[in-house]
């Protein structure tokens, strides 16, 4: 999997490279696990991805992931965070949802409106975010993963 951070000119707190560096260290302490944990996907899959990364907390009100229409490996997070770890925790929440759209769990529905989980269509108005089952499942998993991420930096 490769990162790569988009510069820009307002609030880009990733011009800091120790923040750079530990987002560079969650992906390397969680790539195996991720796959453990997302079983539908292969090695090959994952490491061909590639995430853009950009600070947008004066831009959005929340954080999101989107794939990129015409290269499905190619994902774009934009981040509204406090600290730097609070922008760990939500890198590893939006890494589940990555992983569930390489294995195919979660895909684009017909319009932006809609997404598909599981094969099932959600239109995202008729959902609160909480309840959207992706959620519950990247909520669930980042817990997990975040554990082994500290468990795993402060042994080193
Ligand atoms: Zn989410």
């Not at 011009?15 to 696990?33: A, G, Q, W």
């Not at 929440?93 to 269509?121: N, R």
């Not at 499942?137 to 080193?156: E, G, M, P, R, V």
């Amino acid at each position: 999997m490769d990162i790569v951070f988009i510069e820009h000119d307002d609030n880009d707190r990733f011009r800091d490279v120790r923040l750079r560096n530990k987002f560079y260290s969650v992906i390397n302490s969680l790539e195996s696990r991720l796959l453990v944990i997302y079983t539908e996907l292969n090695e090959g899959v994952l490491s061909a991805a590639k995430i853009s990364i950009m600070d947008a907390t004066s831009v959005i009100d929340c954080t999101c992931c989107t794939r990129n229409t015409n290269n499905k490996n190619w994902f774009l997070i934009k981040m509204v965070f406090s600290s730097s770890n609070d922008a760990v925790e939500m890198l590893i929440h939006e890494l589940c949802h990555v992983m569930q759209y390489l294995s195919g769990q979660l895909d684009a529905g017909s319009s932006v409106s809609e997404l598909t989980w599981k094969g099932e269509k959600f239109i995202l108005n008729d959902i609160e975010p909480h309840r959207r089952p992706w959620e519950r499942d990247a909520i669930l998993n980042a817990l997990t993963l975040h554990k082994y991420y500290i468990a795993s930096s402060s042994s080193t």
